[in-house]
């Protein structure tokens, strides 16, 4: 008998100790398994078998998974006159803000929860990662931020390292309620070596609910991200704090999710957490960040509003859309006020947190399919509509900004955006300019620049350009003529009629 097998059947009966938790697993896994078979005799090692199996998939689960999983450490920048601070590489170094990451990229992509960034104008990030063969590399400095993204709570580091393994992601489709998972991170800058620490339960739920208020290193944020709308696995397992960025693996050692917040409620206990699915959005994400593109957010331009108890008890399912915003995706589609949306891309819609977390996950000029009953009363049920339309760009006050290597395009000195994605505080002065049958915006100028002198400032719509009218930036840039010569775009004015500009670029 191996002693893996005497400790498992010797066990001392104490709650507190974890192989009891195993032991009770193992004996379920048999008792499960016989049930249905005849009577036989039982062997005196059959449950300690079925607990060490158990432990030897635990054991490769981790050992797949965490040559993939970092310690990440923020450290402030010091200004100078400063006293020098301890050198990351120092085995004794212990950072004050600490989190996890995992790789995404063999030359040095390391994805994060953009939570753990803080400022990266006032702050130096290090990464302690376990590299081949299973030797603890010395503290690499990151050399930038590539991207990062508050809206998804996603960030990818590049560190001055080749030759990683990218951690291997499951099917989240297959995830049930009761699942086996483990969380390998950094909790209290333990794992700060490089050498993630363990912990494992079980999936407790799925398509959970962010916190109003987000537990996070960037303070005083109470403002929307896609998880307040829900879609985040509730894992329950020993969660501390550095487990922010952490991988959450199956049984497979393939990472089904990413820690994002220790507590679904403030004042919760610890054994809670919350964890970004790895599902299509995740990924599709993680591709644009570490492309160095920022996230922009589709946007439809309705509000709805629950089912009345008398539709509900009557068999109806979806949300009453009680605004249709002027110029936006839903009024160019043709929805209206009392339409009510059942499906969207063939996905039934119960509430409105499931019809914006799937709207969150797309990006704008995404094209959408939308079910509808019209005109439902008292007496009628109503007619069935199906509507297709194009998404807008979404503004959204978020956390800090989004974080991206690639530049925003320009063109004469002016940056545009989207209409619908205008900041409030520009659109409460000249919002009643925009044109409702489609125009961008200008949301940023340089004095002194072409389109400055032409006349063009921060908060000004353009609806076309050589006569073409535009929709969103990408349009914009599309239309443009000779880049060389003289451009014609087309003001929006109070009159409605517009005002033609003539812009030229410096040559």
Request: net charge neutral.
């Amino acid at each position: 008998m191996s002693n893996h097998q005497l400790h498992a059947r010797y066990l001392p009966c104490t709650s507190r100790n974890p192989w009891i938790v195993l032991w009770l697993v193992a004996v379920l896994v048999v008792d499960s398994s016989i049930a249905a078979q005849p009577p036989r005799a039982e062997s005196p090692l059959s449950t300690a078998g079925a607990a060490t199996a158990l432990e030897n998939t635990l054991i490769e689960a981790i050992a797949r998974a965490e040559k993939s999983v970092v310690a990440i450490a923020r450290v402030r920048r010091r200004a100078a006159g400063e006293s020098p601070q301890t050198d990351p590489n120092d085995p004794d170094f212990l950072p004050n803000e600490y989190a996890s990451g995992v790789v995404v990229g063999a030359a040095g992509l390391i994805l994060t929860n953009y939570h753990v960034l803080g400022d990266p104008e006032q702050n130096d990030y290090y990464v302690w990662l376990q590299r081949r063969p299973i030797k603890v590399e010395a503290v690499h400095r990151v050399e930038k931020v590539v991207a990062g993204d508050p809206w998804t709570d996603l960030a990818v580091l590049r560190v001055a390292a080749e030759g990683l393994t990218p951690i291997k992601f499951a099917d989240v489709k297959t995830l049930r309620k009761g699942m086996i998972v483990m969380v390998l991170g950094n909790p209290h800058a333990l794992a700060r070596d490089g050498e993630p620490s363990a912990g494992w339960g079980i999936l407790a739920n799925t398509g959970r609910q962010a916190a109003t208020r987000r537990r996070s290193l960037v303070a005083g944020s109470q403002r929307e991200t896609l998880h307040h709308f829900g879609g985040l696995l509730q894992i329950d397992a020993r969660l501390n704090l550095g487990t922010s960025g952490a991988a959450v693996i199956n049984l497979k050692g393939e990472m089904i999710g990413m820690m994002t917040a220790q507590t679904p409620l403030e004042g919760i206990g610890q054994a809670a957490g919350l964890a970004i699915p790895a599902d299509d959005v995740f990924r599709r994400t993680i591709e644009h960040l570490k492309a160095g593109r920022r996230i922009q957010v589709g946007f439809l331009g309705v509000s709805v509003e629950t089912l009345s108890q008398q539709l509900w008890d009557r068999g109806f399912r979806g949300v009453r859309v009680n605004q249709v915003v002027p110029g936006t995706a839903a009024d160019r589609a043709g929805l209206r006020v009392a339409d009510v949306i059942t499906h969207i891309d063939e996905r039934p819609i119960k509430d409105r947190n499931e019809l914006f977390h799937y709207l969150g996950g797309l990006a704008p000029q995404a094209q959408v399919r939308l079910d509808l009953l019209r005109g439902i009363t008292a007496e009628s049920d109503g007619d069935r509509e199906q509507l297709t339309a194009e998404l807008s760009k979404r503004f959204s006050q978020l956390a800090g900004p989004a974080i991206g290597a690639l530049p925003y395009p320009s063109w004469c000195g002016m940056q545009l955006d989207y209409a619908t994605a205008m900041p409030p505080r520009l659109f409460r002065d000249s919002g009643h300019l925009m044109d409702s049958r489609g125009c961008v915006a200008v949301v940023k100028v340089e004095v002194d620049s072409p389109a400055w002198q032409a006349g063009i400032r921060v908060g000004s719509f353009i609806s076309h350009v050589e006569g073409t009218r535009v929709l969103n930036p990408a349009g914009f840039h599309k239309a443009l003529g000779d880049p060389t010569g003289a451009t014609e775009v087309t003001l929006c004015s109070e009159d409605r009629e517009g005002r033609v500009l003539l812009i030229s670029p410096r040559q």
